[in-house]
Structures are given as structure tokens and as C-alpha cells.
């Protein structure tokens, strides 16, 4: 597995905690009861968060642990190596 595949996966994990607080953010605009509306707002709450802290703390380097958020990524089209050690992303782990 190279270090670009296990990024992979976590960006998608990251997307699929977002797409999940976006569903139950309009599910919760869509309920008429206050009690289960307050419900549906903790649980999108809790998605928005998770994917907040896996995006921005959880995507490490394998070898210095320096992170690989999105704000290192403005601007880039494809990231070939990590900005803090200069890893290849295409490096076995």
C-alpha cells in the first residue's frame, strides 16, 4: 500500500462524515417535531466535527508526522510529496 492510497482512504472517510452531517442537516430542516429535530441536530453536528478533525488532524505523514490538511493543498492540483519532510506520496509504507 503506498502512503497516496492510505490518504485515499482517509479523504474519504473525511467526505463521507461530511456528506453524512449535509443529510442529516436537511432531514433536521425538514422535521416539524422539536424533540427529534434536536436529535437530528446532534447527529449533524457530530458528523461536521468528525469530519473537521480527521481532515485536519488525522492526516499525518508516515515519517514525521507532520500533517497534510487542506490548507497545505491551496492552490495545488496534485501533491507529490509531503511539505514538511518531502516523503513521496508513492513511497511503499
Known sequence: MKVR???QKKIIATFLGFGLGIL???IYSSIE???IKVLFKAIAGVCFA???ILSNFFIKCPRCSGSLSYSH???QSKTNFY?????SL???V
Open 33 to 35: 417535531s422539536s424533540s
Open 5 to 7: 492510497d492510505k490518504i
Open 50 to 52: 468528525y469530519a473537521f
Open 24 to 26: 442529516f442537516a436537511f
Open 90 to 92: 508513492d513511497e511503499k
Open 73 to 75: 493543498m491551496k492552490g
Open 83 to 87: 511539505p514538511t519532510c518531502g516523503v
